[in-house]
Protein backbone atom coordinates (compact mmCIF):
# COMPACT_ATOMS: atom_id res chain seq x y z
CA UNK A 1 0.00 0.00 0.00
CA UNK A 2 1.50 3.14 -0.81
CA UNK A 3 -0.91 6.79 -0.69
CA UNK A 4 -3.57 4.30 1.65
CA UNK A 5 -1.44 4.86 4.22
CA UNK A 6 -1.94 8.42 4.66
CA UNK A 7 -5.62 7.61 5.07
CA UNK A 8 -4.74 6.48 9.09
CA UNK A 9 -2.68 10.26 8.98
CA UNK A 10 -5.71 12.22 8.00
CA UNK A 11 -8.47 9.72 11.05
CA UNK A 12 -5.69 10.46 13.43
CA UNK A 13 -5.82 14.44 12.76
CA UNK A 14 -9.07 14.48 12.63
CA UNK A 15 -9.10 12.92 16.36
CA UNK A 16 -6.46 14.68 17.42
CA UNK A 17 -5.91 18.14 15.48
CA UNK A 18 -2.92 19.16 17.88
CA UNK A 19 -0.84 16.69 16.13
CA UNK A 20 1.30 18.35 13.11
CA UNK A 21 -0.34 16.47 9.97
CA UNK A 22 3.46 16.17 8.72
CA UNK A 23 4.19 14.03 11.71
CA UNK A 24 1.25 11.90 11.47
CA UNK A 25 2.42 11.60 7.79
CA UNK A 26 5.90 10.43 8.81
CA UNK A 27 4.40 7.76 11.46
CA UNK A 28 2.03 6.07 8.88
CA UNK A 29 5.12 5.42 6.78
CA UNK A 30 7.82 5.20 9.48
CA UNK A 31 7.50 1.39 9.32
CA UNK A 32 8.54 1.61 5.29
CA UNK A 33 10.86 4.11 6.09
CA UNK A 34 12.74 1.86 8.65
CA UNK A 35 12.49 -0.89 5.47
CA UNK A 36 14.07 1.22 3.17
CA UNK A 37 17.14 1.68 4.81
CA UNK A 38 17.07 -1.99 6.17
CA UNK A 39 16.97 -2.83 2.09
CA UNK A 40 19.74 -0.23 1.40
CA UNK A 41 21.66 -2.01 3.86
CA UNK A 42 21.07 -4.87 2.87
CA UNK A 43 19.25 -6.27 5.92
CA UNK A 44 16.05 -7.01 4.39
CA UNK A 45 15.22 -8.69 1.24
CA UNK A 46 13.23 -7.70 -1.59
CA UNK A 47 13.21 -9.31 -5.58
CA UNK A 48 12.08 -7.00 -7.88
CA UNK A 49 9.77 -9.21 -10.11
CA UNK A 50 7.56 -7.11 -13.25
CA UNK A 51 4.31 -8.32 -12.56
CA UNK A 52 4.52 -10.49 -9.40
CA UNK A 53 0.83 -9.18 -8.79
CA UNK A 54 -0.86 -6.80 -10.65
CA UNK A 55 -0.54 -3.76 -8.58
CA UNK A 56 2.83 -5.06 -7.22
CA UNK A 57 6.45 -5.79 -8.71
CA UNK A 58 7.62 -6.42 -5.06
CA UNK A 59 8.28 -10.03 -3.78
CA UNK A 60 9.03 -8.88 -0.33
CA UNK A 61 10.65 -12.49 0.72
CA UNK A 62 12.24 -11.19 4.06
CA UNK A 63 11.77 -8.41 6.14
CA UNK A 64 10.78 -9.58 9.89
CA UNK A 65 12.23 -5.95 11.02
CA UNK A 66 9.71 -4.26 10.00
CA UNK A 67 6.92 -6.05 8.79
CA UNK A 68 6.36 -8.81 10.81
CA UNK A 69 3.52 -8.41 13.49
CA UNK A 70 5.55 -8.13 16.86
CA UNK A 71 7.85 -5.67 15.32
CA UNK A 72 4.75 -3.61 13.87
CA UNK A 73 3.84 -3.49 17.60
CA UNK A 74 6.94 -2.86 18.97
CA UNK A 75 7.18 0.37 16.17
CA UNK A 76 4.29 1.79 17.43
CA UNK A 77 5.44 1.36 20.87
CA UNK A 78 8.86 2.81 20.37
CA UNK A 79 6.91 6.01 18.42
CA UNK A 80 4.44 6.20 21.09
CA UNK A 81 6.90 6.12 23.96
CA UNK A 82 9.67 8.56 21.98
CA UNK A 83 6.70 10.94 20.50
CA UNK A 84 5.88 11.25 24.29
CA UNK A 85 9.32 12.23 25.25
CA UNK A 86 9.89 14.83 22.62
CA UNK A 87 6.62 16.68 23.36
CA UNK A 88 5.44 15.60 26.30
CA UNK A 89 5.41 19.58 26.94
CA UNK A 90 3.00 20.42 24.02
CA UNK A 91 1.05 17.00 24.13
CA UNK A 92 -0.45 14.64 26.88
CA UNK A 93 0.05 10.96 26.57
CA UNK A 94 -3.08 10.54 24.24
CA UNK A 95 -1.46 12.76 21.72
CA UNK A 96 1.62 10.32 21.96
CA UNK A 97 -0.88 6.76 21.97
CA UNK A 98 -2.14 8.42 18.60
CA UNK A 99 1.36 8.66 16.55
CA UNK A 100 1.75 5.22 18.11
CA UNK A 101 -1.43 3.84 16.81
CA UNK A 102 -0.61 5.69 13.35
CA UNK A 103 2.67 3.59 13.17
CA UNK A 104 1.03 0.37 14.24
CA UNK A 105 -1.71 1.33 10.96
CA UNK A 106 1.05 0.83 8.75
CA UNK A 107 0.55 -2.92 9.54
CA UNK A 108 -3.07 -3.09 9.18
CA UNK A 109 -3.41 -1.85 6.27
CA UNK A 110 -0.39 -3.71 4.42
CA UNK A 111 -2.15 -6.67 5.62
CA UNK A 112 -5.37 -6.06 3.13
CA UNK A 113 -3.07 -5.34 0.22
CA UNK A 114 0.65 -7.40 0.63
CA UNK A 115 0.21 -10.92 -0.47
CA UNK A 116 1.49 -13.48 1.92
CA UNK A 117 4.17 -11.73 3.13
CA UNK A 118 4.08 -10.55 6.53
CA UNK A 119 4.94 -12.96 9.67
CA UNK A 120 2.68 -13.35 12.15
CA UNK A 121 5.29 -13.81 14.34
CA UNK A 122 9.48 -14.42 14.00
CA UNK A 123 9.49 -17.06 11.88
CA UNK A 124 5.72 -17.95 12.05
CA UNK A 125 3.35 -18.28 9.34
CA UNK A 126 3.04 -15.62 6.18
CA UNK A 127 -0.30 -13.29 5.98
CA UNK A 128 -1.64 -11.28 3.42
CA UNK A 129 -5.49 -10.55 2.23
CA UNK A 130 -3.43 -9.87 -1.33
CA UNK A 131 -5.53 -7.31 -2.64
CA UNK A 132 -2.44 -6.46 -4.84
CA UNK A 133 -3.15 -9.12 -6.93
CA UNK A 134 -6.05 -6.83 -8.64
CA UNK A 135 -5.55 -3.70 -9.90
CA UNK A 136 -8.90 -2.23 -9.83
CA UNK A 137 -9.76 -3.61 -6.11
CA UNK A 138 -6.66 -2.51 -4.04
CA UNK A 139 -6.96 1.08 -6.11
CA UNK A 140 -10.34 1.54 -4.77
CA UNK A 141 -9.12 0.50 -1.91
CA UNK A 142 -6.04 3.06 -1.49
CA UNK A 143 -8.24 6.00 -3.28
CA UNK A 144 -11.17 5.53 -1.32
CA UNK A 145 -9.87 5.36 1.63
CA UNK A 146 -7.99 8.56 1.37
CA UNK A 147 -10.92 10.53 -0.28
CA UNK A 148 -13.09 9.52 3.14
CA UNK A 149 -10.80 10.20 5.46
CA UNK A 150 -9.90 13.23 3.64
CA UNK A 151 -13.21 14.23 3.98
CA UNK A 152 -13.18 13.59 7.44
CA UNK A 153 -10.25 15.84 8.30
CA UNK A 154 -11.61 18.88 6.38
CA UNK A 155 -14.83 18.44 8.41
CA UNK A 156 -12.74 18.37 11.66
CA UNK A 157 -9.95 20.63 11.13
CA UNK A 158 -12.70 23.27 8.77
CA UNK A 159 -12.84 26.52 7.34
CA UNK A 160 -9.66 28.78 7.07
CA UNK A 161 -8.78 27.29 3.88
CA UNK A 162 -12.31 27.19 2.62
CA UNK A 163 -10.89 29.11 -0.37
CA UNK A 164 -7.77 28.06 -0.22
CA UNK A 165 -6.69 26.04 -3.44
CA UNK A 166 -3.87 24.29 -1.92
CA UNK A 167 -5.47 21.19 -0.19
CA UNK A 168 -7.04 20.29 -3.82
CA UNK A 169 -3.65 20.49 -5.51
CA UNK A 170 -2.04 18.91 -3.03
CA UNK A 171 -4.68 16.04 -2.67
CA UNK A 172 -4.37 15.69 -6.77
CA UNK A 173 -0.38 15.25 -5.90
CA UNK A 174 -1.26 12.66 -4.19
CA UNK A 175 -3.41 10.65 -6.83
CA UNK A 176 -1.56 11.45 -9.51
CA UNK A 177 1.92 10.27 -7.64
CA UNK A 178 -0.30 7.24 -6.94
CA UNK A 179 -0.76 6.62 -10.68
CA UNK A 180 2.52 7.35 -11.68
CA UNK A 181 3.99 4.70 -8.90
CA UNK A 182 1.91 2.15 -10.92
CA UNK A 183 2.67 2.86 -14.58
CA UNK A 184 5.08 0.38 -15.09
CA UNK A 185 8.87 1.18 -16.17
CA UNK A 186 10.34 0.79 -19.22
CA UNK A 187 13.05 -0.89 -17.67
CA UNK A 188 12.74 -2.39 -13.86
CA UNK A 189 14.72 -0.44 -11.04
CA UNK A 190 16.89 -2.31 -9.39
CA UNK A 191 16.13 -3.27 -5.63
CA UNK A 192 18.57 0.11 -4.31
CA UNK A 193 16.74 2.50 -7.25
CA UNK A 194 13.35 1.45 -5.96
CA UNK A 195 14.59 2.18 -2.05
CA UNK A 196 15.84 5.33 -2.62
CA UNK A 197 12.73 6.70 -4.69
CA UNK A 198 10.66 5.43 -1.59
CA UNK A 199 12.21 7.80 0.95
CA UNK A 200 12.03 10.68 -1.54
CA UNK A 201 8.66 10.14 -1.79
CA UNK A 202 7.53 9.64 1.28
CA UNK A 203 9.86 12.50 2.27
CA UNK A 204 8.37 15.03 -0.20
CA UNK A 205 5.07 13.75 0.86
CA UNK A 206 5.46 14.68 4.49
CA UNK A 207 6.99 17.99 3.35
CA UNK A 208 3.21 18.23 0.98
CA UNK A 209 1.54 17.59 4.44
CA UNK A 210 3.59 20.25 6.56
CA UNK A 211 2.80 22.67 3.41
CA UNK A 212 -0.60 21.83 3.32
CA UNK A 213 -1.59 22.66 6.92
CA UNK A 214 1.13 25.65 6.86
CA UNK A 215 -1.22 27.25 4.00
CA UNK A 216 -4.66 25.78 6.01
CA UNK A 217 -4.08 28.02 8.84
CA UNK A 218 -1.77 30.76 7.27
CA UNK A 219 -2.38 33.60 5.23
CA UNK A 220 -3.76 32.24 1.67
ZN1 LIG B 1 4.86 -1.45 4.33
Not at 88 to 111: M, Y
Not at 144 to 170: E, K
Amino acid sequence: MFIGHYSAAFAAKAAKPEIPLWHLFVAVQLVDFAWAGLVLAGIEKVRIQPGFLEASMLDLYHMPITHALPSAVLWGLGAMILYHFIYRRLTAWSAAFVVGLAVFSHWVLDLFVHTQDLELYWGGPKVGFGLWSSLILSQVLEIGLLLLTIGIYFRATQNQARRSVWPMVIIGLLVAIQIFSLIPPAEAPTVKAFAVQGLMAYSAIAFLAWLLERKRVGSI
